[in-house]
């Protein structure tokens, strides 16, 4: 596989995103079915691990911790803090200084590793100052717990903003054909102070591969019941753009989702994937999208179809939204 750079580390040009093996999408599939996916990208190359401590309320750190201790120098991991599930089952979001710290020491002790290699805030807290969060984070760093530091979901001028606290070695959100709200200002700012760009759900949330026809089939525990863009209305005219793209894939010998992940690649040389999936055959095949080579003409032709404005729905609902970090997305 091609390579490219997060900070001090020489990584897989696609990396593996691990929470779908523990969380949000319907049942989990098997342990040992996940272990051997796990492996399977190890051995294809895939140098870029991401999990978090949200994903499976920690099961997905112990997942990757049980599967990969033994095969720690061969990779770079990322985990995530800032978001944490409760006793009661409920999501988290505390980006307090004493807090940060509590859960990068779990994130460690589940990963089975002494050091986590890229450790992001995973939602910025508006509560806490962004400048807080960072700087106990920078203890992280300074105490050899962590290596580097990224951030999630922010908007550039918090991305400054943290940065002038601590270098920032990547900033991870959502990017793909049908979510591209990074290229109002996030992509340049990135740029701007030398970050990596990390691009989770890429292939929009399976919607590029080009597979889910019918969102009927989808769970009450798959966390694209809530998305909009998901319901059935806004799907139906989804799927017209896909079809499209399935077309422009068979002109170049490219499956969607390879089509997605190249045109993610060749945007910008900071830019790195990060695809999940539960399928051996699905991870062979996203891999092979950086063999795939995309002239001008199919990048505009792209650019044009997936257009912002042609896309149905917005991206979250209204509680998921105010989440995100919109200042200057």
Not at 90 to 113: I, N
Request: net charge neutral; with cysteine.
């Amino acid at each position: 596989m091609q390579q490219r750079s997060i900070g001090p580390f020489t990584v897989s040009s696609i990396g593996l995103g691990c929470m779908n093996l523990s969380h949000a999408y319907g049942t989990p599939p098997p342990r040992e079915e996940a272990q051997k996916l796990l492996l399977r990208a190890l051995d294809l190359g895939v140098t870029l691990f991401d999990t978090a401590a949200l994903y499976g309320f920690g099961l997905n750190e112990e997942l990757l911790g049980d599967t990969l201790r033994t095969h720690r120098s061969k990779f770079t991991l990322a985990s995530k803090g800032g978001l944490h599930g409760s006793p009661e089952g409920q999501r988290v979001m505390d980006g307090r200084p004493a807090t940060l710290k509590w859960s990068c020491e779990q994130s460690l002790r589940r990963l089975q590793t002494e050091v986590i290699d890229l450790y992001y805030l995973h939602r910025w807290d508006k509560r806490v100052p962004i400048e807080d969060s960072v700087g106990a984070m920078s203890d992280l760093v300074r105490e050899g717990k962590v290596r580097t530091l990224g951030l999630s979901e922010v908007g550039a001028a918090t991305i400054r903003k943290a940065h002038a606290v601590h270098p920032i070695t990547a900033v991870q959100t959502e990017y793909s054909l049908w979510t591209r709200n990074p290229e109002i200002a996030v992509l340049d700012a990135c740029r701007e102070i030398g970050a990596a760009f990390v691009a989770f759900s890429p292939v929009a949330r399976g919607f590029l591969c080009g597979e889910l026809r019918d969102v009927s089939t989808l769970t009450e525990r798959d966390l694209r019941k809530s998305m909009p863009r998901f319901s059935p209305q806004n799907y139906a005219a989804n799927l017209k753009l896909l079809d499209q793209l399935t077309l422009l894939g068979q002109g170049i010998g490219a499956t969607p989702a390879q089509l997605a992940l190249a045109w993610l690649l060749r945007k910008a040389p900071h830019v790195i994937p990060i695809p999940g999936t539960r399928s051996i055959a699905h991870l062979e095949e996203d891999l092979k999208a950086d063999e795939v080579e995309l002239n001008d003409e199919t990048m505009l032709k792209l650019g044009v179809l997936f257009a912002p404005n042609a896309i149905s729905g917005p991206r979250y609902e209204p509680a998921a939204q105010a989440s995100v970090d919109t200042e200057n997305f």
